[in-house]
């Protein structure tokens, strides 16, 4: 939020500067982001003075250019060329020297020592539009050579004049900082601590009629007092709506906000003010009356010219005739605005629901200054006095006008302040340090926080309504502390520890840190994408199907309507992206959730959260380039047994097993051909890979093919936590290898063929690798042949071949009988 150094100085009298200014609101958790210089003029109009023009001859070489003369102050008159047709002798103008730079929009260029059709030419002579000071581009700027000086500084001329813009960030708490007063009022706060009494004043304002008194235009309150707590307004009548005078511009547009009209910019200006938002409705729209009610089902044209659909939970203020022209809270009609026909308005100063503001504004994709505000929760006790704040500048601006009538007041359930008791031992308890009593009554009657009765460790407190964020006793001694001052409490030297044993949430964030640096240095780069998708990457599928997805009820966008299946897509976005890139290689890790929703049997139970599962997720990608312009090696291809290697060794620094999970083939339309997984023996899915499937692919314009693992991190977890480490001596007796040819089916997978040979040896098999597969000529059809490498090993003894003999022969015959293989 933007907040003007000199309105700031306006509520609370400070000689601080901006600087300073910044760094104690910092210091009160009102954190500013930067300090700005705004001048009223762009640039100030520096390097710019007054000249008076003492000749003027036409151009030897040209017929609408002139050279002139012009005494700038200095030793000696300039010599300019300049193209006006309204340069004369004898007057004023206004002089850029050499080195002056000058601004137009987003564009500047400086002025330098020029040669203009063979004449030289020391400076420029400026026209209303090339400094920032008019619209006129006609001709040169005239003034009066009687009344300036030569050399005078334009910017003294013109009167030009700078602020200062403080870039405050607003935590979502403190509604009651959201305007120059809430900001002064805690700068008061501060200066009070700091030996500098003073307090915020706003400024004087008519006083409000009363609300007994008829209000011309009849109002009817269709809600309740938990949509609308308030609702108060006025009629303003014998406008004549013009441009706002100069100081209300400036200041407007000193905030970052484009002036409309003197009604439209009053309202906006007690908004930065106060922080209360106002509307003022033009009557000859309204049909004579207005009404608080909820909307219907229908479209509504909004002051920013987009099209909202409304529902029957939006609040809204209608005409006589029920048509919507204002969304509560959150913007007004196109056509319930002022415009320069305007004569007479209903002015409004309303206090709405937080809740449906935020979900309105959100419904509609709207955000606006009033929105901002309402959203955190108002308090209905300020409306009055921003009421009449605007009414008494707009009587001031627009002379001729006057209040019609009474003030409507719809006020059914006044609010209260805050009653919060203060024990004075749990605050030093709580802070730290023995805050002085006298000192702690100071800050919070500095904070308008009022004390009904001090009993030796019981302070009953009023704390004002205002403070949306003080509603508890916690809440009032951050208050004092943080008035009192963060960098006051002083360390006592003492370190307190607390020493307590990892947990299950602790071990597996480790795990991820250790298989992220695994990954990292095998060359993978992690990712990191949006948990939100797009409902068309889900079109089709029955692995990811349509009817799981989570569905959100206000998605930002179309492409961003639900909660993901799966982190592949993702990874296939980052994939295409780079690759349109020239990039090659493309090896990718990322840790994500993966949300899916049950049957809506199971989603309309009582729990809000029943039937949605959420599943942390761990994603591979491999493709490309494995090996590419190395002078060691020809360019190689990643594959997809790259891509098992890479899973396999993440269960093994897990101490995972891969002979403890059941490995197989599995149908999967992610997949060309069939998906590979593992999974627990008990059925719990562990890793499901393959080769993603060319349609897939097509999506995201990618031509190579891609490996992808989706590894269920949740039962891979588990299962490392049931890993138990044991030390063991070192095996004395050394390991036998034996090798097996077999011909067999070409169905027959090495996972099968390698749990059969465990099944058969399950004491001294130590492992089973496969070190050739042919298929092709000289081999019935139908057959393939694998040869094996089986490693055995007694940890008691030397194995004799008459045992080891036996093992083979055991091994063999199970592989034969289970799958009729024979030895080639």
Known sequence: MNISYDLLRSY??????????????????????????????????????????????????????????????????????????????????????????????????????????????????????????????????????????????????????????????????????????????????????????????????????????????????????????????????????TESPDWLRRQLETLGLRPINVVVDVTNYVLHEFGQPLHAYDLAKTGGALSVQLAREEKMVLLDKSEGQLTERDLVIASATGEPLCVAGVMGGLDSGTTETTTDIFLESANFNATSVRKTARRLAVNTDSSFRFERGLDPNRTTWALMRAASLILELCPGSYIDGGRFDHYPVPAQPYEVTLRPSHMDALIGKFIPRDEAVRILESLEIEIVSREEDAWQLRVPRYRV???????????????????????????????????????????????SEQLTGAGFNELLNNSLSSEAYYEGLTSCPADKLVQLVNPLSGELNVMRQ??????????????????????????????AAAPEVERSTATTLAGYRETQTLGLWVAGARIQSSWAHADEPASPFELKAHVLHILERLGISERSLRAEFVECDLFTGRGYSYATYDGKPVVLMGQVKSALLAKWDIDIPVYYAEINWDNLNRLAERVKI???????????????????????????????????????????????????????????SYALSFYLQDTERTMSDKQIDAIMAKIRKSIEDTYGATLR
């Open 566 to 595: 799966t982190l592949l897509f993702g990874g296939l976005s980052a994939i295409s992206r780079n690759l349109r890139r020239q990039q090659k290689s493309f090896y990718y890790y990322e840790w994500g959730n993966c949300y």
């Open 469 to 515: 964020d003080v509603t508890r006793e916690a809440d009032v001694i951050e208050e004092v502390m943080r008035i009192y001052g963060y960098n006051n409490i002083e360390l006592s030297g003492y370190v307190h520890a607390n020493l307590s044993p990892k947990g299950a949430s602790d071990r597996s964030y480790s795990r991820r840190i250790l298989l």
């Open 12 to 241: 609370v009298e400070t000689d601080l500067t901006p600087d300073e200014v910044a760094a104690a609101l910092t210091s009160i958790g009102l954190e500013v982001g930067g300090v700005e210089e705004v001048e009223s003029i762009p640039g100030g109009l520096k390097g710019l003075v007054i000249g008076h023009v003492l000749t003027c001859d036409v151009h030897e070489n040209s017929d609408h250019l002139h050279v002139t003369t012009v005494d700038v102050g200095a030793e000696a008159p300039l010599q300019i060329v300049c193209g006006a047709p309204n340069v004369a002798a004898g007057k004023a103008v206004v002089v850029a020297t050499i080195g002056t730079v000058l601004t137009s929009g987003d564009e500047s260029f400086t002025i330098k020592k020029s040669k203009i059709r063979g004449v030289e030419s020391f400076g420029m002579l400026c026209s209303e539009v090339e400094i920032g000071v008019g619209h006129d581009n006609s001709g040169i700027i005239l003034l009066d050579a009687a009344t300036t000086k030569p050399g005078t500084p334009a910017a003294e001329h013109f009167g030009v004049s700078s602020d200062y813009v403080l870039e405050v960030d607003i935590t979502p708490n403190r509604v009651d900082a959201t305007s120059h007063y809430g900001v002064a009022r805690d700068l008061a706060a501060y200066l009070t601590q700091q030996g500098k009494a003073t307090k915020a004043k706003l400024p004087e304002v008519l006083s409000a009629p009363a609300a007994g008194m008829a209000c011309p235009v009849p109002v009817t309150i269709a809600v309740d007092e938990t949509l609308c707590p308030r609702f108060e307004g006025l009629v303003i009548r014998g406008l004549k709506v």
């Open 726 to 784: 044991e030390i063991a001596d070192l095996p004395k007796f050394p390991v036998v290898r034996r090798d097996l040819s077999l011909l067999l089916d070409e169905k027959i997978t090495f996972a099968e063929l390698a749990e059969t040979a465990r099944r058969a040896e399950k004491k001294l098999l130590r492992d089973v690798t496969l070190f050739d597969v042919y298929e092709g000529k000289n081999l019935p059809a139908g057959k393939k």
